[in-house]
């Protein structure tokens, strides 16, 4: 059986919700990455922060990125996978609240992302289709 442990992406870091919008992208640059999984100060996820959210929800508003934090973007009742998961119940999470990148945890402690590539090498045609179905669908 497949687990999200074999399909998610090695290495993911947390950023702080304190550490600011312009130290994100650094990271992201850095780690060559799109999100990053935003902690609090006992490591527990607040949310994810995306290179699209940095653009759209600061920059495009005229917010300075230096003075903005990670925090700041994080909406909503974070999700994630415990490391044990089956690919069904990863795909579940995903598709039921439409989102493209799930943080996988181990023992409360951050050990990978899935993201949609991670998906789409480990999935049929089909079900890559009907995945993204779910998730891009304008509406339910």
């Given at each position: 059986?497949?687990?999200?442990?074999?399909?998610?992406?090695?290495?993911?870091?947390?950023?702080?919700?304190?550490?600011?919008?312009?130290?994100?992208?650094?990271?992201?640059l850095?780690?060559?990455?799109?999100?990053?999984?935003?902690?609090?100060?006992?490591?527990?996820?607040?949310?994810i922060?995306?290179?699209?959210?940095?653009?759209?929800?600061?920059?495009?508003?005229?917010?300075?990125?230096?003075?903005?934090?990670?925090?700041?973007?994080?909406?909503?009742?974070?999700?994630?996978?415990?490391?044990?998961?089956?690919?069904?119940?990863?795909?579940?999470?995903?598709?039921?609240?439409?989102?493209?990148?799930?943080?996988?945890?181990?023992?409360?402690?951050?050990?990978?992302?899935i993201?949609?590539?991670?998906?789409?090498?480990?999935?049929?045609?089909?079900?890559?289709?009907?995945?993204?179905?779910?998730?891009?669908?304008?509406?339910?």
């Amino acid at each position: 059986m497949t687990m999200a442990r074999d399909i998610m992406h090695e290495g993911a870091q947390w950023i702080s919700r304190t550490e600011t919008l312009d130290r994100a992208a650094q990271l992201m640059l850095r780690l060559d990455v799109g999100s990053l999984p935003v902690a609090d100060a006992n490591e527990r996820l607040c949310g994810i922060v995306t290179d699209r959210d940095i653009v759209t929800k600061c920059v495009a508003l005229g917010h300075d990125p230096a003075q903005v934090t990670a925090g700041d973007l994080c909406e909503g009742t974070p999700r994630w996978i415990d490391a044990e998961a089956d690919i069904g119940e990863v795909l579940h999470e995903m598709q039921e609240h439409r989102i493209r990148r799930l943080p996988v945890i181990d023992h409360k402690r951050l050990v990978g992302m899935i993201s949609e590539a991670d998906l789409a090498r480990h999935l049929s045609d089909e079900q890559m289709a009907a995945f993204a179905e779910s998730v891009y669908a304008a509406s339910r």
